[in-house]
């Protein structure tokens, strides 16, 4: 656990959070914020400060947390949905605690990649 981290504070149990699923190394909890009508954020129980230095330290925790965003989804009632690692505070991360965006119910894509 990383000192004065949000999400491993959440993982803690420490602050309140709309849990939505939970596998052996991830948790997965509604954004406070919603940009999307299903807008969900998967994280390690562990800290690591953005996906790829999960990937880099914890290669399986990394695949763990990637397939628990269809069973997300999924148990939301979406086959198809987007997923968003935004990575490094000029890019947008303002949590520097892994996370992946789950957005389902509107296609983010069109906002910035079509
Ligand atoms: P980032 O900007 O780092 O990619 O995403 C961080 C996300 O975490 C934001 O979408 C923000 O709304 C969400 N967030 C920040 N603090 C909390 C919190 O305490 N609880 C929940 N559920 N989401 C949070
Ligand atoms: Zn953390």
């Known amino acids: 656990m990383a000192a004065d981290c949000i999400f491993c504070k959440i993982v803690a149990g420490e602050i309140p959070a709309d849990v939505v699923a939970e596998s052996e190394h991830t948790l997965a909890f509604r954004d406070i ?7 969900v954020l998967v994280v390690p129980k562990v800290h690591a400060r953005d996906a790829a230095d999960l990937a880099q330290a914890e290669p399986a925790i990394a695949a763990e947390l990637l397939a628990q965003t269809r069973v997300i989804a999924a148990q939301e009632g979406y086959e198809d949905y987007n997923l968003v690692f935004n990575t490094g505070a000029n890019a947008g991360q303002t949590v520097f605690h892994a996370h992946a965006h789950v957005l389902a119910g509107v296609d983010v894509s069109k906002l910035f990649l079509a």
């Open 33 to 39: 914020n919603p940009k999307a009508p299903v807008h």
